[in-house]
């Protein structure tokens, strides 16, 4: 990403923000990430959104425990919602390993088991390692 680009879509937020709300600002943000492909900028992102629409701090201080219910239950499932489709996004990218990480924080192992089964890479020693670490090391 150029610094161009990176310049281009904070002037884009901006214009967003300015002329309409911050929750439709949020809504670009992920929408920028998402094409850009950063996944982990892409999950705080839809963690920070969460936050605003349940009125929440949009930083957190102190644990989850302190929210209060149910506004914490509809947290945790938009976490783990988040947590899943920036999975799914990696394996869909052929990031075997680095979507185990947010995998492995569900306890799924099903999804990356399926994704190295039908792993087809073009070139096999490009993702052998990670593969081998995630299949063998951490018994996926």
Same mark, same amino acid.
């Given at each position: ?13 901006? &214009?967003? %923000? ?5 929750? $439709? =600002? ?6 920028? #990430?998402? /094409?850009? !492909? +950063? ?32 506004? &914490?239950? %509809? ?5 783990? $919602? =988040? ?6 996004? #990696?394996? /869909?990218? !052929? +990031? ?45």
């Amino acid at each position: 990403m150029s610094t161009a680009e990176t310049v281009a879509d904070f002037e884009t937020l901006d &214009r967003v %923000l300015t002329a309409s709300s911050p929750a $439709e =600002a949020l809504d670009e943000l992920l929408k920028i #990430l998402a /094409d850009r !492909g +950063e996944f982990r900028a892409l999950l705080d992102a839809r963690l920070l959104k969460a936050r605003h629409d349940l009125g929440l701090p949009l930083v957190q201080s102190g644990s989850m425990a302190d929210i209060p219910e149910p506004t &914490r239950t %509809l947290y945790e499932e938009r976490y783990v $919602e =988040a947590i899943r489709d920036i999975g799914r996004r #990696l394996l /869909d990218a !052929g +990031e075997i390993g680095a979507a185990w990480d947010y995998y492995r924080a569900l306890v799924a192992k099903e999804p990356v088991a399926e994704a190295i089964e039908a792993d087809e890479t073009a070139d096999p020693d490009e993702q052998l390692v990670q593969v081998s670490h995630v299949a063998v090391d951490q018994r996926v």
